[in-house]
């Protein structure tokens, strides 16, 4: 499945989270401004997006689910 509509989100629990169709990414870890997410549906999924200061600029849309 490919989408490419990302929505910022909060979680319930007030976590970040970028939503993308039935994908959602949670923060990962940050460097800088740069900010990497992680696919939250699987373990060891290489599903991520990296974001510079809030804007997206790399999207590994692959996931094992
Ligand atoms: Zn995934």
Excluded: Q
């Amino acid at each position: 499945m490919i989408c490419n509509h990302f929505i910022f989100e909060t979680t319930l629990r007030g976590f970040p989270m970028i939503r993308c169709g039935n994908y959602r990414f949670s923060k990962d870890f940050c460097r800088g401004v740069r900010t990497r997410w992680r696919c939250l549906k699987r373990a060891g999924c290489p599903g991520s997006i990296t974001t510079i200061d809030g804007e997206i600029i790399k999207v590994k849309n692959i996931h094992n689910h």
